[in-house]
């Protein structure tokens, strides 16, 4: 498989937050399911911080700015950086919000990033992305370092600076590496499943495969049922993780914020993942999809919609 990465869960919880047994359980940590990760993950410098599954920059120092600042005024820090040539670099510039996403961690808190102790002064608060929400460009995405919410919030609100390079990109700030495929071309409809050429994932054609919004343990066990009954012909759907249906993000695109929306029947605003908070384990990782907002949800609340997928 391709991608998307894994979450790196390996644990199970239920509706009520409680340790349960993976096995039939439909969640992320008994399927386990994404690309895995290189080992190992990073490469340490003296300031900085390389993360192989992409070859990016870090700054060591996730800090470097001291306390934080508006959008335009990251924009200018790093800036600063780049002619000052800081650490002997001048391709410095926020991270773009599936790159700053990539650093999440769905096993820890506090911060909610992976192998944080490669890091130097993390904040457990909000960090700008490059990134503007197209639906409301006054605003910008910034991702919560302690939990690892992906929101969207006024560029004049106040956010940490963790900058990032790319030596092998020369690019404008704005640029979302949505696909490294044509839009027009990424996904494929056969009958009643669309495949992502992007990601090898097979997705149901209806996104909506319950008709109505339901709990969390209902999302699962309805994915049980398509697949006793061999729904289109599989036996091995699955409620997808927070990072596969975070893979449908168009950053440049809003209501619904999806990649290949010509291709889904009835795309609905808000999805289950199979992707347990463990910030909160009574709640679960879900997608909005208005913007492609990445938030929680109470998983005992009849409130999201079900979107099957398989691979």
């Known amino acids: 498989m391709k991608g998307p990465f894994q979450t790196g869960q390996n644990r199970c919880w239920n509706s009520t937050g409680d340790d349960t047994d ?17 080992e190992p993950r990073f490469n340490i ?5 390389t993360d192989c599954a992409v070859g990016l920059v870090w700054l060591k120092n996730a800090g470097l700015s001291d306390f934080p600042l508006s959008w335009q005024e990251a924009l200018d820090f790093v800036a600063d950086l780049n002619r000052k040539k ?25 911060p909610a990033i992976v192998h944080a102790d490669l890091f130097e002064n993390i ?13 409301l460009p006054d605003q910008a995405w910034y991702i919560h370092a302690g939990g690892g919410r992906v929101v969207r919030g ?4 106040s956010a940490m600076v963790w900058p990032v390079h790319d030596p092998d990109e020369k690019t404008n700030q704005e640029k979302t590496i949505e696909t490294s495929i044509d839009p027009d071309q990424r996904f494929q ?15 149901m054609r209806n996104a909506d495969v319950t008709g109505r919004a339901v709990t969390w343990s209902q999302a699962l066990e309805k ?10 012909g599989f036996r091995d759907w699955r409620l997808p993780n927070i990072r596969e249906l975070e893979s449908l993000v168009a950053l440049s695109r809003h209501s619904p914020a999806i990649c290949g929306t010509d291709c889904f029947d009835r795309v609905q605003d808000f999805y289950w993942s199979s992707t347990t908070s463990v910030y909160e384990p009574a709640y679960a990782w879900a997608l ?14 009849a409130i999201f919609f079900v979107w099957p997928v398989r691979g």
């Not at 670099?89 to 919000?97: A, C, K, V, Y």
């Not at 994915?223 to 289109?232: F, P, V, W, Y």
């Open 288 to 301: 909005y999809t208005r913007d492609g907002y990445i938030g929680v949800g109470h998983k005992a609340d």
């Open 45 to 49: 410098g003296q300031d900085t911080v």
């Open 22 to 38: 993976c096995n039939d359980s439909g969640q992320d940590g008994e399927s386990r399911s994404g690309a895995p990760w290189p």
């Open 189 to 203: 409809t056969k009958n009643s499943i669309v495949f992502d050429r992007e990601t090898e994932l097979q997705w």
């Open 154 to 157: 006024m560029k004049h609100q």
């Open 223 to 232: 994915i049980h049922q398509l697949n006793r009954e061999q729904a289109d």
């Open 123 to 135: 904040f457990n608060g909000y960090y700008w992305t490059g990134n503007t929400c197209a639906r």
């Open 86 to 110: 800081f650490v002997g670099r001048d391709g410095w510039r926020l991270p773009r919000r599936r790159e700053l996403f990539l650093l999440v961690s769905h096993t820890r808190i506090n």
